[in-house]
């Protein structure tokens, strides 16, 4: 094995006493390479001081070719995997559970994560005396699991999962325009000694941050009608170095144990880690371009989705999400010009009530979307 250039920095990963490097592969992209690609990047990214691989059940061959790439390094490396959030039941998840032990061929794995845990109801289901937690745990008392941990996109979801202190790790959104895990949750976490990994770093897959003009492609539309990405790119940066540049360097910011941003080439392994070589934080001019430590004044929609649904069909977090960005980020052409391809509007709201009744931070939903409607069009 080639000597790595890079001073690849280690983390204890929470309460697991796991040392992961800082930046840790995701294993989304590398499902739309071939086995003999995925492999070559997956290895290049070990040789050069990556041991935190991140993969699920969910990514299609991922386990696959992550467990082909490490199985000769499987020792020196810390594998993470997920069981698919339909599979709330124990005997489920224990079925799920073996076939990533065969397609990871090792026998036990790190890390295993109940997968996308986004509402209350379902994080009720799995963590229940039959849920998919259940088989978790009866799989540690057996050496094939040697820590729990929990993903999703909901933080106020998650911080009620880790306060049972059944979950070891927590796995979350984290980018320049997604900071809802910085108000508490990443709070909590370190007071309960629970590991913080960070996804999305880059906007996420398929995701409008990382590409604006994504629907617009895939419709076949003209050029000139493609929605301008100008915007997100004084956010985020251009494509490539740039783009790793300005994501990595305000995530790694932050106190958390690892990032996983996707790969799916050996350059793009080199681009973030000739970002994190060296990181020791942010510089006074990023901090103020950012709003690092900042999150959007009060009252800002969460996006915990616990108002929903709405009887008349208002997409309330979407529209509420997009009124943030045109407020706070100052992301103000794109949002005026994605909000009347809403199927349903604020203006179709009744004013019932029911959002605000469900709303776990008590904010007054209704004026919000009528300010949002006035704001937006």
């Known amino acids: 094995m080639s000597q790595s250039p890079w001073d690849m920095q280690k983390r204890r990963l929470g309460r697991t006493d796991l040392q992961v490097s800082r930046i840790g592969f995701g294993g989304i992209p590398i499902i739309a390479l071939s086995k003999r690609e995925a492999e070559s990047v997956v290895t290049y990214a070990f040789e050069q001081g990556i041991t935190y691989f991140d993969t699920a059940r969910a990514y299609g061959d991922s386990e696959e070719k992550i467990g082909a790439a490490l199985k000769s390094v499987r020792d020196k490396v810390v594998i993470a995997t997920k069981v698919p959030w339909q599979r709330t039941k124990a005997d489920a998840a224990n079925v799920g559970l073996k076939q990533s032990l065969r397609n990871l061929q090792t026998d036990r794995i790190d890390l295993v994560q109940l997968h996308g845990i986004d509402n209350e109801e379902l994080l009720r289901k799995v963590t229940g005396p039959d849920g998919s937690l259940a088989a978790l745990k009866k799989a540690k008392s057996e050496g094939k699991v040697d820590y729990v941990g929990i993903t999703g996109h909901n933080p106020h979801v998650l911080e009620k999962a880790i306060g049972t202190r059944a979950f070891d790790t927590v796995l979350v959104p984290l980018n320049i325009l997604d900071r809802r895990a910085t108000e508490t949750l990443f709070s909590v ?19 409008p941050l990382e590409y604006p003009q994504r629907d617009a492609r895939f419709q076949g539309k003209p050029k000139d009608d493609w929605p301008d990405s100008s915007e997100f790119i004084f956010h985020f940066g251009k494509e490539g170095i740039e783009r790793a540049k300005h994501s990595l360097r305000f995530v790694l910011a932050h106190d958390i144990d690892a990032v996983i941003p996707g790969f799916r080439s050996a350059e793009e392994v080199d681009y973030a880690l000739k970002i994190v070589d060296g990181f ?12 690092f430590r900042e999150l959007p004044p009060e009252p800002f929609c969460r996006e915990c989705e616990m108002c929903m649904p709405c009887p008349e069909g208002v997409e309330i977090p979407t529209i509420l999400r997009w009124s943030t960005y045109h407020t706070f980020y100052d992301i103000k052409k794109w949002t005026r010009e994605q909000y009347p391809k809403l199927r349903t509007r604020a203006n179709s709201c009744t004013e019932c009530g029911e959002c605000e009744k469900r709303c776990p931070y008590h904010l007054p939903v209704i004026n919000m979307l009528n300010e949002a409607e006035k704001m937006l069009t």
Do not use: F, N, R, S
């Not at 020791?280 to 709003?291: F, I, R, S």
């Open 189 to 207: 976490a370190k007071e309960l000694d629970v590991g913080i990994i960070a996804m999305k770093t880059m906007g996420g897959c398929a995701h």
């Open 280 to 291: 020791h934080g942010l510089t006074p001019d990023e901090k103020q371009a950012y709003k």
